[in-house]
């Protein structure tokens, strides 16, 4: 499968923003702006949106019977338990989620979530078919610094493979670029996209590979979208600030074509 073939993916991670009526109003914004530009063929992406876990039931709502999708923005490794304040894979899937973010950088240094939980942590999706890891890697500045991003790279994403993930996409979500408004430019994007389908090709082997959708993720704007997107081995993005205006998120899903 070449690059050509891979549908662009588009996702909207809210992370701890908007109340329920913003959440309702932002969906059908989406649904008119996506159904404009679906008609007129400016559109064939997928498109998911990550709300936090309060909003998941209006998001879903205001979302069934559209090709929009929705995940949940993080998951516990158990199905069921003495887990204050988290969520099961089989809970997201009952809410209505198809996706789940898994080691979010945020996840990783807020809450110090080691290369091997989030393997459990995309085991855990993986054992509902219904619901697919989006799974995020990425290198500090510190580490970029220091020439460690392809060793950073690959541990991560073998931790995140351990367990055998099914179908999954991927996010490279350089650290040093994330809401700091800085934008890895699209070579040195490029160059990580090509490391980790590289690495995939030789864990999963070539076909899937080709196949995985892999995300970048780290202050995407509707100005530098469509030159992101222009390289081989970018399939699209993970969205953060831009996605919480529907109308820029709008833009940056016609830049994928």
Known sequence: MSAERRRPLIAANWKMNLLKAD??????????GLAAATATG???ARVVIFPSFPLIPVV?????????EVGGQDLHPEERGAHTGDVS???????GCTWVLCGHSERRQNHGESDEWVGLKVAAAARHRQLSPLICVGETRAERQEGRTFE?????LLAALAGGPGPFALAYEPVWAIGTGETATP?????????????????????TAAAVPILYGGSVTPDNAASLIAQPDIDGFLV???SLDPQKFLAIIRCSG
Not at 89 to 95: C, E, K, N, P
């Open 60 to 68: 879903a709502r205001e979302l069934v019977d559209s090709e929009v």
């Open 42 to 44: 400016e559109v064939d």
């Open 240 to 242: 953060g600030g831009a």
């Open 89 to 95: 894979a089989s809970q997201l899937a009952d809410a």
């Open 187 to 207: 070579e040195i994007a490029q160059e990580a996209h090509r490391f980790l389908r590289q690495r995939i090709t030789e864990e999963l082997g070539e076909v």
């Open 152 to 156: 950073v790279l690959a541990r991560q």
């Open 23 to 32: 959440a309702a109003e932002y969906c059908r914004d989406l649904r008119r």
